[in-house]
């Protein structure tokens, strides 16, 4: 229903943390959304660009968002490409913090050995923006393994007003999520916890959902938690 609500216009995708591009593939093709897909492991990104190779709706870049470091090169963690990765979401764990990385170390044994520090480019949301002249975000989506709160905050609200934001809370503590959750309340945003594995944090604009919509969505979810 959210994704329905935020198609009634064009979608305009902001993804960082992109991966290999499969996880909206199917959205991102069958309705032609138009996006810019951020991915900061060079391998991995290679993956993406051959996933969509062709669609000069989307603009693919190969560096790291960070909240104030703009076109300087800092050091990066990647995870070392395998030919059978140890679980499914393994390259899902590159981050510019090693210590988060190794907290999935009691699933993946030797993962401290899987870990190659590179040195990669780092951009601003807003230099982004400005480079690329964006005047538009309608879905905004971060996954950057404990760095996801810290470039929400980082993303210009007072400039562009996403309808819809989903970013990953597991490795954030609470103080930084009830930091970000006032900064999202204060710009206009409903906060839902999603409560699953990666705690998932979705922040709803009030232009596409009702305070009553939000109330009754909200109720929904703590009773499947429950059950």
């Given at each position: 229903q959210l ?9 305009k995708l902001?993804?960082?943390g992109?991966?290999?591009g499969?996880l ?6 069958k309705f ?7 991915e900061?492991?060079p391998?991995?990104f290679d993956?993406?660009k051959q996933?969509?190779?062709?669609r000069?709706n989307l603009?693919?870049?190969n560096?790291?968002i960070?909240?104030t470091?703009d076109r300087k ?16 979401w393994?390259?899902?764990l590159?981050?510019f913090?090693?210590s988060?990385i190794?907290?999935h170390?009691d699933?993946?044994?030797?993962l401290?050995?899987m870990i190659?520090?590179?040195a990669?480019?780092a ?15 309608n879905?905004?989506?971060?996954d950057?393994?404990?760095y ?5 905050r ?5 400039k562009?007003?996403p309808s819809l934001?989903?970013f990953?809370g597991k490795?954030?503590s609470?103080d930084?999520l ?9 710009a206009?945003y409903?906060?839902?916890p999603m409560q ?17 919509e939000?109330g ?6 703590a009773n499947?938690r429950?059950n």
């Open positions: 994704f329905s609500r935020i198609s009634r216009k064009p979608v902001l993804q960082i992109a991966n290999n499969s909206l593939y199917d959205a991102i093709i032609r959304w138009s996006a810019i897909l951020i900061p492991v391998f991995i993956e993406l996933r969509y190779a062709g000069p603009q693919l870049l560096l790291a960070h909240p470091e090169k800092i050091p990066f963690y990647e995870v070392k490409k395998m030919e059978n990765p140890p679980t499914p393994y390259y899902g590159s981050s913090d090693k988060t190794l907290t170390r699933l993946i044994p030797g401290e050995g190659n520090e590179i990669i480019e951009r601003t949301i807003s230099g982004i923006i400005d480079e690329l002249e964006v005047d538009d975000v879905f905004l989506m971060v950057a393994e404990g996801d709160a810290t470039i929400v980082s993303f210009p609200f007072q562009i007003h934001v989903i990953e490795h954030i609470e930084e009830d930091i970000t959750k006032t900064l999202l309340g204060k206009g409903h906060w839902l699953d594995w990666e705690n998932n944090i979705f922040a709803i604009s009030h232009q596409i959902m009702s305070e009553d939000f009754l969505l909200n109720e929904i979810i499947r429950q």
